[in-house]
């Protein structure tokens, strides 16, 4: 399945959340703490896990949960794979509506808004106050991706970012870098693009068409606003907001940048990345090893996206939540399994076994870390710019109404169409669908 179709299951589902999970009871309060037990209770107790880890990801997964064991003999953690997060998610309403639901599960960072909206999610705030963890230690914007109206609902765990992979060995030879702001992408293309007979043979960079994940970040660092600070409006009927477009247009127009939409547009631009026919590619950091590093016959290096009024760039994967309807023994365990899995001992262990990000600032001084940044020193780019790893807009509307200017691209890629117009004409039906979560 390709990410455009992923992504598109992805949009119906979440928005049949909105609706299947808006009966649910709402979380507790955030605002005291969990009480401890005064004696804790070793009665033998099994949680269930739900995850949609990959065949690769299982042997961290399972050596986690047999360290967890040795620490709490007790408790019996069963991972269970539920599929990709679009299935996971649908399981999860149904458990919901069947009232028999898993302790502990994944969520994709982007769908927590609705699950979380319909109180099917527990508040994990009495229990980071009761213990006294330290949100500091998260990168802000990757903890404040999991939660939502004053409410810490998860922690990071597999966590990835968009991040330029590009061809250090071209580059070098070429005597360019990578560019960090806007600004100097003009020179960077001029630069780098290859033209024979009117026709584009190497590209200066490519960005992906097909998910607006890898574009949003472009709308916020050139000014611009998804929606509007209290959420009710878009604001794609500012000129601030259409200049990621406008630069796309300019950029694909001319033929220095390419985008790819539709089935096999991902692997399309992975391919003309290792024949050397792109010299660089956003794509999500979690890519960079397997597809990258392992294929790829020149020097690999990694960069973070150019700025301009501002640079971030959004966090991607799922996060690690308890459910609210669990029993009060069960989110105890839930708890600790949350705690175990993502603090700052297993978190390098973790990032390894996943290919995924460490989530804690911690690691970088610690021995473990050290050794990870010797062996992959591309993501000590990310980890420069730690800070500016952020959540994606968070509205329970988001997948439908993304889904409308993702089209906007989709045309502008496959029938040159102008989007400017396409996406000012749009704002009227983002709008309604905006006022329909209201």
């Not at 299982?58 to 007790?74: G, L, R």
């Not at 597999?158 to 060995?169: A, G, L, P, Q």
Request: net charge neutral.
């Amino acid at each position: 399945m390709t990410h455009l179709n992923k992504w598109m299951t992805l949009v119906s589902i979440t928005a049949m959340a909105a609706v299947a999970v808006s009966g649910c009871s709402r979380g507790t309060d955030s605002g005291p703490a969990a009480e401890a037990p005064a004696v804790e209770d070793t009665t033998p107790i099994t949680i269930q896990y739900w995850h949609s880890h990959a065949d690769k990801q299982m042997p961290i997964v399972n050596a986690t949960i047999d360290e967890f064991k040795k620490k709490y003999p007790y408790i019996t953690v069963e991972q269970v794979y539920q599929g990709g997060y679009a299935d996971l998610h649908k399981k999860l309403l149904a458990a919901v509506a069947a009232g028999s639901v898993p302790a502990v599960t994944n969520v994709e960072v982007a769908s927590l808004p609705n699950f979380a909206d319909g109180g099917v999610f527990a508040d994990l705030m009495p229990y980071i106050k009761r213990d006294q963890v330290d949100l500091n230690d998260f990168s802000k914007g990757m903890l404040q991706a999991y939660a939502y109206n004053g409410k810490q609902y998860g922690f990071p765990l597999i966590v990835s970012t968009s991040v330029f992979m590009y061809n250090k060995t071209l580059l070098d030879k070429l005597g360019v870098k990578p560019p960090q702001t806007w600004a100097e992408i003009e020179d960077f293309n001029k630069k780098v693009t290859v033209k024979e007979g009117g026709k584009t043979t190497r590209y200066a960079f490519s960005v992906p068409g097909w998910d607006p994940w890898y574009y949003d970040p472009w709308i916020s660092n050139g000014g611009g606003a998804i929606l509007t600070a209290d959420k009710k409006k878009v604001g794609f009927d500012k000129p601030e907001s259409w200049r990621w477009l406008e630069n796309f247009r300019k950029w694909t127009q001319e033929g220095s940048v390419q985008m790819g939409y539709g089935p096999g547009a991902s692997d399309n631009m992975r391919q003309m990345f290792l024949d050397e026919k792109v010299a660089m590619v956003q794509h999500s950091s979690a890519t960079l090893k397997a597809t990258y590093l392992d294929n790829a016959k020149f020097e690999v290096g990694v960069s973070f996206i150019p700025g301009d009024k501002e640079r971030k760039s959004h966090i991607g994967g799922a996060g690690i939540v308890m459910m609210e309807k669990a029993s009060a023994k069960q989110k105890e365990a839930a708890w600790k399994f949350i705690k175990f899995v993502t603090d700052k001992e297993n978190n390098v262990k973790w990032a390894e076994g996943t290919g995924y990000l460490p989530t804690r600032k911690s690691v970088v001084g610690t021995e473990a870390g050290k050794k990870y940044f010797e062996k992959l020193p591309q993501y000590k780019t990310v980890f420069d710019n730690f800070d500016n790893v952020v959540g994606r807009p968070q509205h329970p509307a988001y997948p439908e109404l993304s889904k409308k200017y993702t089209e906007v691209v989709g045309k502008m890629i496959l029938e040159n169409a102008d989007p400017l117009p396409l996406l000012k004409g749009a704002v009227k039906e983002m709008n309604d669908i905006l006022g329909s979560y209201q």
